[in-house]
T-cell receptor, first 115, second 112 residues
Framework: GAVVSQHPSRVICKSGTSVKIECRSL??????MFWYRQFPKKSLMLMAT?????????EQGVEKDKFLINHASLTLSTLTVTSAHPEDSSFYIC???????????FGPGTRLTVL | GENVEQHPSTLSVQEGDSAVIKCTYS??????FPWYKQELGKRPQLIID?????GEKKDQRIAVTLNKTAKHFSLHITETQPEDSAVYFC???????????FGGGTRLMVKP
């Protein structure tokens, strides 16, 4: 299957700082990338859908000014958590797909801990 | 929007027994139903999927059934093995490439 990477895999930061998470499709061009958030022992919740070259579409309840998403190329999308707070601590997972009806491939996830 | 319910939340079986996980969905427009296996701290891995034009699909020890009328679908794992222990998520979407709505997950424990 296709490979999606995320960087960093784990990050610890102080409250008030911003953190950038990268999601890369390594062997295909991702026309769409999705960002999910997963709390411990909970399900994955979609945060936003990102199409290359256009603004991300955020799900209800997700603050777009807090979770900045950029999909500048067909192989890279970034999620920036601005002014992070302890309640933003979570496991963030991206997925990517090409075409309109193809399987999504998930990245390995990034564990964010805000102190 | 779509809402996916998954049961049970935890399931413990003896090695060799079968395990069944059930999901219901709310949006009749959903037509793609994947199942993912997630081990602790790892990414979800697609194990099987089914589209709404099919009622059943099987891949070795894993099978999925879909009842469009009742809007529910199930995962069946036969001859369970300890390595099947993980959290399983069902999901629904309007097409494989569209946003996925996940069920709450089922923690499957297979006792040797």
């Amino acid at each position: 299957g296709a490979v999606v990477s995320q960087h960093p895999s784990r990050v610890i930061c102080k409250s008030g700082t911003s953190v950038k998470i990268e999601c890369r499709s390594l062997d295909f061009q991702a026309t769409t990338m999705f960002w999910y958030r997963q709390f411990p022992k909970k399900s994955l919740m979609l945060m936003a859908t990102s199409n290359e070259g256009s603004k991300a579409t955020y799900e209800q309840g997700v603050e777009k000014d807090k979770f900045l998403i950029n999909h500048a190329s067909l192989t890279l999308s970034t999620l920036t958590v601005t002014s992070a707070h302890p309640e933003d601590s979570s496991f963030y997972i991206c997925s990517a797909r090409w075409g309109s009806d193809n399987e999504q491939f998930f990245g390995p996830g990034t564990r964010l801990t805000v102190l | 929007g779509e809402n996916v319910e998954q049961h049970p939340s935890t399931l413990s079986v003896q090695e060799g027994d079968s395990a069944v996980i059930k999901c219901t969905y709310s949006d009749s427009a959903s037509n793609y139903f994947p199942w993912y296996k997630q081990e602790l701290g790892k990414r979800p891995q697609l194990i099987i999927d089914i589209r709404s034009n099919v009622g059943e699909k099987k891949d070795q020890r894993i099978a999925v059934t879909l009842n469009k009328t009742a809007k529910h679908f199930s995962l069946h794992i036969t001859e369970t093995q300890p390595e099947d222990s993980a959290v399983y998520f069902c999901a629904a979407s309007m097409g494989a490439g569209n946003m996925l709505t996940f069920g709450g997950g089922t923690r499957l424990m297979v006792k040797p």
